[in-house]
């Protein structure tokens, strides 16, 4: 075997694997987040773009861990992710509707049970600390990913109350955890300060939910999805190096 083909089969990392797995998770809610936006948005192309990419990541996801000898123990808790995902798949690429996204709202709450499952069972494989950090780092992309779907739905009418809800929930849980990243010893000062920008991101996020920005409709829809998009890009740069150590 060559020196290349060797690498292409190397065994990843139970870091690497539950930045892997966490990533599922925020795959969950990124799609769904990306299919309301085909139907807040229709002329734009970018929400189906988005929600096609979200697919192919996931499913590239799943390959890598069933492949992941370490974790062969788990193959009936991943099989479970596996048996909700194809329904959601279908949902995804299904034409934008109303009707179409109160059912892929549901849907990807339910996968995102098991997959926040499957990582927490990777983090008792790990043994470390590290582990932990991992998952908890990880968890926050998907927070952000699910703060925009909710707020999305809730702008859309879909959903109910709860919607609104649950985007308050992972606002105080989103702003917890940073300071308990913060503060963690495994924490190096290059993370930090990729943290402390995170929480300057989120502090503006935080205006407009609370409607303290002088922007409304579209605008408003640009600014909350980008600056969640930002809060997510800068948490999977944190969560890789946490992975790495």
């Known amino acids: 075997m060559t020196a290349i083909s060797m690498l292409a089969h190397a065994e990843m990392s139970i870091g690497e694997a539950v930045n892997r797995a966490g990533e599922q998770r925020m795959l969950s809610q990124r799609i769904a987040q990306s ?55 279908a949902l995804a690429l299904s034409e934008a509707s109303d009707a179409n996204a109160e059912k892929l709202l549901l849907a990807s709450d339910r996968i995102l049970v098991e997959a926040n499952r499957y990582v927490g069972l990777l983090e008792k494989i790990s043994k470390t600390g590290l582990g932990e950090v991992v998952n908890i780092s990880g ?19 879909l959903g109910g109350e709860e919607r609104i809800q649950a985007l308050y929930e992972d606002l105080a849980e989103y ?42 409709g579209d605008r408003l829809i640009y600014v909350i999805t980008g600056t969640t998009d930002s809060m997510l890009k800068n948490m999977d740069d944190v969560t890789k190096m946490y992975a790495a150590l």
């Open 175 to 216: 702003e917890n955890v940073l300071g308990y990243l913060k503060e963690s010893t495994l924490t190096t000062p290059d993370i930090l300060t990729k943290l402390n920008r995170v929480e300057g991101q989120f502090a503006y996020a935080s205006k407009g939910f609370d409607g303290l920005m002088q922007i409304t």
């Open 139 to 157: 968890r926050q992309r998907m927070l952000s990913q699910r703060i925009a779907k909710n707020y999305l739905a809730y702008f859309q009418k």
């Open 35 to 89: 299919y309301l936006l085909t139907i807040i948005q229709p002329q734009s192309p970018k929400g189906r773009d988005r929600v096609v990419r979200g697919i192919e990541r996931f499913e590239s996801n799943l390959s890598a861990l069933e492949n992941f000898t370490a974790a062969k123990s788990l193959a009936p808790d991943l099989d479970r992710v596996k048996s909700l995902w194809q329904a959601y798949r």
